[in-house]
C-alpha cells in the first residue's frame, strides 16, 4: 500500500499565499507511484479544509468559493490517531476521510513554521517532515536565534530588542539603547516573521520610531539590528539532520532596494507571469564567491542547522559585510520558500528525490523515537502511603 502523506499549508500567517504556492510546488513533485496525497488547506481563519479542488492554483483567486468545494475536517490531539475527521458528521459512510501515514508542513511563518503545528502533531503521534516543536520555535524567533547563535560561537550581527510593550512604556529608553548599541542605519524587525515582512531601514532617529510602529503591528517582540551598508545577500540551503546534514550551493538573491523585499522575492518574476513562490526569485545561483568563502558559508550553514537541532530542509540567509569580509549569519528558514527546490537541483538533487528525501526521514526519526522512554509502566499510586501535604476536600 502506498504511505499517504499529509500536506498541510495556508494558515493564519501573513505569509499564507507563499505557503499555498510552496505546498502546489511540493505536491507536484512528491512521486504518486509511491505515496497518496492528501491535501490539508488551513483558511486565514484556522479552519482546515481538504479537496481535490485545493490542487488547482486558479481556485485560490475566490478562497470562499473553495472551500464550499472542499471538505472541512479536523484531527484530534490524540496518541496514535492519524484520522481526518469530517466536521460535519454524515448520517452514512465513514465519520473521516483518510487516515495518514506521515505529515508534510509546508507551512511558512506564524501558526506554522514557529514549532505551534508541530506541537499538535507531536500529540498525534504521527511522523512529520522537518524541525520538531523546540528547533522550529528556535529558529522562528530571530532574537531567540542569534542568541543561541552567538553563544556557540557562530557570528550574527550586533542587536538590541525589546517588547511592543517596552517601546509603549520606555520609548525614550529604548530609543537610547539603539542608539548607544547599534548607531545608525539601523534595520528593524518583526522577531518572528519571515518574507521580509515588517522590515524596514533606520537612518535615524525619526525613521527609527516609524519602522518599530509598522514592525509592532505584526509580534510582540521587535530586533534592532546594525545595518550593514556594503551588504552582499548569501543564501544556502541544509539537508538532513543535526547528526547528519548537507549543504547546497550558495545563491545570491538581486534585490532592487537597501533590503530583499516581499516584492523582490516573489513578484520578481515579470509582469505578467504570477508569483511562483521563491522561484521567482532573480538570483544568481552558484553565487560569484571565493572558493574559501563559499566553503565557510557551507560549514556555518551546517553548523547553525546543527546547534539549532534542524532536521529536513532548512535555508539559512547570510549577510558578507564588504568593506571587512565578515560573514554573519542572518536567519534560518527552517520552512524555506518553494522548499529550497531550486538550490538542490543545482546541487545534483532533483525536486522528486528532495521530497522523497524529506519523508523518508521523518518516518525514521519515528522509529528512532519510538524506542524511547517517555513514561514508566509503574503506578505510583499503587504502592501505597500518603502524598507529602496531603489533598484538601
Known amino acids: 500500500m502506498k504511505t499517504k502523506v499529509g500536506v498541510f499549508f495556508g494558515g493564519r500567517s501573513v505569509e499564507h499565499e507563499i505557503s499555498v504556492i510552496s505546498a502546489l510546488q ?22 482546515f479544509y481538504t479537496g481535490e479542488a485545493l490542487l488547482e492554483p486558479k481556485n485560490y483567486k475566490d478562497l470562499g468559493a ?3 468545494r472542499c471538505t472541512e475536517v479536523y484531527l484530534r490531539p490524540e496518541y496514535g490517531n492519524g484520522r481526518l475527521y469530517k466536521a460535519q458528521k454524515s448520517l452514512f459512510g465513514k465519520e473521516y476521510v483518510a487516515e495518514l501515514d506521515v505529515v508534510f508542513p509546508v507551512l511558512h511563518g ?38 543561541i547563535l552567538r553563544e556557540s560561537g557562530i557570528p550574527v550581527i550586533d542587536y538590541v530588542w525589546f517588547t511592543d510593550k517596552q517601546w509603549v512604556k520606555s520609548r525614550e529608553e529604548m530609543i537610547a539603547s539603539v542608539e548607544e548599541k547599534i548607531g545608525y542605519p539601523a534595520i ?143 536567519e534560518i528558514n527552517e520552512i524555506p520558500g518553494s522548499l529550497s527546490f531550486y538550490l538542490w537541483e543545482a546541487t545534483g538533487v532533483g525536486f522528486e528525490s528532495l521530497t522523497d528525501r524529506l519523508i523518508g526521514q521523518a518516518l525514521r526519526r519515528k522509529r528512532e523515537l519510538n524506542l524511547k522512554t517517555v513514561s514508566y509502566d509503574q503506578n505510583i499510586f499503587s504502592l501505597g502511603g500518603g502524598i507529602k501535604g496531603g489533598i484538601k476536600k
Open 26 to 47: 511540493a505536491i507536484n513533485a512528491i512521486s504518486k507511484e509511491r505515496y497518496d496525497v492528501i491535501p490539508v488547506y488551513i483558511s486565514k481563519q484556522g479552519k
Open 66 to 68: 473553495l472551500t464550499r
Open 110 to 147: 506564524t501558526n506554522g513554521e514557529d514549532g505551534n503545528f508541530q506541537g499538535l502533531i507531536e500529540l498525534t503521534g504521527l511522523p512529520y517532515v522537518g524541525c520538531n516543536t523546540l528547533s522550529s520555535a528556535n529558529g522562528m524567533d530571530k532574537i531567540t536565534m542569534k542568541m
Open 188 to 330: 528593524v524587525k518583526p522577531a518572528n516573521l519571515g518574507s521580509s515582512v515588517g522590515i524596514s531601514p533606520a537612518a535615524d532617529r525619526a525613521a527609527l520610531v516609524k519602522a518599530v510602529e509598522n514592525a509592532k503591528q505584526y509580534t510582540t517582540r521587535i530586533i534592532v539590528e546594525k545595518m550593514v551598508t556594503e551588504l552582499k545577500e548569501i543564501n544556502c540551503s541544509v539537508l538532513g539532520s543535526s547528526d547528519e546534514c548537507t549543504p547546497s550551493v550558495c545563491e545570491e538573491p538581486v534585490k532592487s532596494g537597501e533590503i530583499l523585499s516581499y516584492e523582490d522575492k516573489y513578484m520578481s518574476g515579470g509582469k505578467g507571469t504570477g508569483s511562483k513562490g521563491m522561484q521567482s526569485t532573480r538570483r544568481q545561483i552558484p553565487a560569484d564567491l571565493p572558493a574559501e568563502t563559499t566553503a565557510q558559508i557551507q560549514h556555518l550553514a551546517c553548523e547553525t542547522f546543527r546547534v539549532l537541532s534542524c532536521e529536513g530542509v532548512s535555508r539559512i540567509d547570510f549577510i558578507i559585510d564588504g568593506a571587512t569580509g565578515e560573514v554573519f549569519v542572518n
